[in-house]
């Protein structure tokens, strides 16, 4: 059955497990792609699902297959500033926000889903204009998706 996986990013990891643009750009290295949410399984729509019970269902699907370089995304509750600061300390892109009881809205005016930036991250100067003129077609600049088999 397939399932569909989405909103992700396709990442290249280095050997600290840390993502490197330039890797991914230059095709150097393995692309892995973090998984953070599944809107359909089994043939059901789960979009009007919310998001934990959404990622519930991710995580069961994910731990039954053999995916090395697909990775479950974990929800982190209550402390969402605690770790925006430490991903800006560790010199990572950022993180991605929603409502953890919010259901899936495909309008990109009206989503729930929020990228926030770390406006001090060492591998974003020079690649947005990389990307502008994509950006228009993705419900979020930046975010995959994906289809997934499993038995």
Known sequence: MWNRVEFGEIVCLDKRGRPQFNDLLFHRGEPCFFAFDLLMSDG?????????????ELRRLLSKVSAPRMRYVE??????T??????CEMDLEGI???HSFGNYVTERERTTWFKI???GYSQSVGREKLFERERH??????????ELACE
Not at 82 to 87: D, G, H, N, W, Y
């Open 44 to 56: 059901r729509d789960l979009r009007t699902e919310r998001l934990t019970d959404r990622k519930h």
């Open 75 to 80: 929800h982190v509750g209550r402390y969402g």
């Open 82 to 87: 605690a770790l925006f600061e430490r991903v």
């Open 96 to 98: 991605v926000a929603k």
């Open 117 to 119: 930036k770390n406006r």
């Open 137 to 146: 077609r993705e419900p979020v600049p930046g975010w995959h998706s994906c």
